[in-house]
């Protein structure tokens, strides 16, 4: 039934002509919105962040904010992603053949499903002869890869819910839940029934799930389910914590899918990480017509001409002051830190902006890159390894890495770079300045700029009792001129000194060291020595002998 309290989510049935006379003779299909062409599909999956030159100006911890923008917003279908949508629109409607409303096939698949429920029992059946034209795929990549990404965009192309009033029915044409960490079949099914009721404000959970219901019942239930909601493809992410269920519970959940596809007549997508690919290449290869989709390994991105494109689009999205053109060096250090995996490089980048604002560079460098990896990424080192290694069973243990929850540390890290973590006795006695924690903060810029404590500590609070006004860049830009005129000073001033010690040795007596060395002028001192006679020739003791 229609809940009065969910309209938006549940829309009535448009139909329209899908092109294929297959596909217009079933309301199920005419009701989804019209195949994408390639145009279509690129459009669907690119997603580029807002971006105003204006905003290079505004202050470095606003920009900060600007460049997590990369995080959310920015994706580059490439040929892999094309490939899916081709996939995921093919199975949805394919499915959907053997179930037509119209059909007296259709009403026997719901009778069917009904006695399940009846006797508990996946295999029972009131009709013989009910095809399916379902199919299952798998989807197999490390974390990071852009699995889910990309099937959310996709996914997003067609209706949550559709309500055919001529046949008095709800479709759901596709449905996402996550695989249950321990691998249970009653936290799957509950999933399930969760995931029905915020799509459709309907109470399956408490009716069908609970305590004391049987695994019997819960799966009878789910599929019957599945089955009246003409549900189109049921993803189900994160499949490989089925390879941590225990006494046979993965088993039994893949018996269930198995059931789904061949009987119930719904396309299953599993999805998950390369852990996952025993399981699908045993008993999951059962489903009927799983052969004809197959499993897609997510493997990734090559480092090709489809890698520098994605860069090149990428690089341009810099609030530095002073970008720099991207070229094959940074091309090359990109894909060595991150091999090709999407959402490393995009928190590597996002991170490397950061630093550069951070350290007043304005700049992204290959060595800054680095510097970054070496820092912000230590959590995934093994994995990115692993990959670059090339070894499966090394790819296989990591594969489940979950990456750093780089987004918080890109504004955090800013604010961690710039705190500094003194000594108690640094806090007390180093730091006169009103604002402390400003001091501290460009203190610890000059240490990273290779400046030790014992110098920059004065020069900072001197400038800044001077100039409480001034903001952190503009004390670095101060400082570090104050110590080049120093220098320059320190040197001129050197030689001044020595100008006016040498004229005083010119007064000594003319056998002082000192004075033969300030009168030595282009020549060497040994032989100004030597024209003093300050220096005993050996070879007279010889012929003196």
């Not at 290694?389 to 243990?397: E, F, Q």
Request: hydrophobic share 35%; glycine share 6%; net charge neutral.
């Amino acid at each position: 039934m229609m809940s009065e309290g969910r309209p938006d989510i549940i829309q009535e049935a448009q139909y329209i002509d899908p092109g294929l006379p297959e596909y217009a003779e079933n309301p199920l299909i005419s009701a989804l919105p019209e195949i994408m062409d390639l145009k279509e599909a690129k459009k669907l999956l690119r997603s580029l962040p807002s971006f105003n030159e204006a905003e290079i100006n505004i202050p470095p911890h606003i920009r900060v904010h600007a460049i997590a923008r990369i995080t959310t917003s920015f994706f580059q279908p490439l040929s892999i992603h094309i490939v899916l949508e081709r996939k995921l629109s093919q199975m949805i409607r394919q499915g959907y053949l053997g179930k037509n409303p119209k059909s007296a096939n259709f009403k026997k698949q719901l009778n069917n499903g009904y006695e399940k429920i009846l006797q508990k029992d996946l295999t029972a059946y009131v009709h013989e002869n009910v095809d399916s034209t379902a199919s299952s795929m798998a989807l197999f990549g490390v974390s990071g890869s852009g699995k889910t990404t990309t099937l959310n965009r996709l996914l997003s192309a067609y209706p949550r819910a559709i309500y055919h009033s001529d046949y008095n029915l709800i479709q759901v044409p596709w449905l996402k839940v996550d695989c249950p960490h321990d691998g249970s079949i009653s936290e799957l099914c509950l999933s399930f029934f969760y995931a029905l009721d915020r799509r459709l404000g309907t109470n399956y959970a408490k009716k069908y799930g609970g305590s004391r219901k049987g695994i019997g019942y819960l799966l009878t239930s789910a599929a019957q389910l599945a089955n009246i909601h003409v549900i189109g493809v049921l993803v189900i992410d994160e499949f490989q914590h089925l390879s941590l269920a225990k006494g046979g519970g993965s088993e039994k959940i893949l018996n269930f899918l198995v059931t789904l596809v061949n009987t119930i007549g719904v396309s299953v997508i599993i999805v998950g990480t390369p852990q996952a690919m025993p399981i699908f290449a045993g008993e999951f290869r059962q489903a009927r017509r799983s052969t004809g989709e197959g499993s897609m390994l997510w493997d990734r991105l090559k480092r090709d001409e489809s890698w520098d494109r994605l860069v090149e689009v990428l690089w341009k999205y810099q609030w530095l002051s002073n970008e720099q053109p991207i070229d094959d060096d940074i091309k090359n250090v990109l894909y060595d830190l991150s091999q090709g995996v999407f959402d490393i490089l995009i928190k590597l980048f996002c991170l490397a902006q950061s630093r550069a604002i951070l350290i007043g560079k304005e700049t992204i460098t290959t060595g800054l890159l680095k510097k970054v990896y070496e820092d912000e990424f230590i959590p995934v080192h093994k994995m990115l390894a692993a990959l670059k290694s090339g070894d499966p069973d090394k790819i296989a243990k990591y594969g489940d890495l979950k990456m750093p929850a780089i987004e918080e540390k890109m504004i955090q890290s800013f604010e961690n770079q710039i705190a500094v973590q003194n000594s108690e006795e640094e806090k007390e006695d180093s730091i006169n300045s009103e604002d402390p924690d400003k001091a501290k903060s460009i203190i610890k810029l000059l240490n990273e700029m290779g400046i030790a404590n014992d110098i920059a500590t004065p020069l900072v609070t001197e400038t800044l009792n001077s100039n409480p006004e001034f903001s952190i860049m503009q004390m670095i830009h101060r400082i570090t001129g104050m110590m080049a005129q120093d220098k320059k000073e320190n040197k001129e001033t050197s030689t001044k000194n020595k100008s006016k010690q040498f004229a005083q040795w010119q007064e000594l007596p003319e056998k002082d060291l000192r004075k033969i060395y300030s009168d030595k002028g282009d020549k060497s001192m040994y032989s100004n020595m030597q024209q003093h006679g300050s220096i005993f020739e050996v070879e007279q003791l010889f012929n003196h002998g």
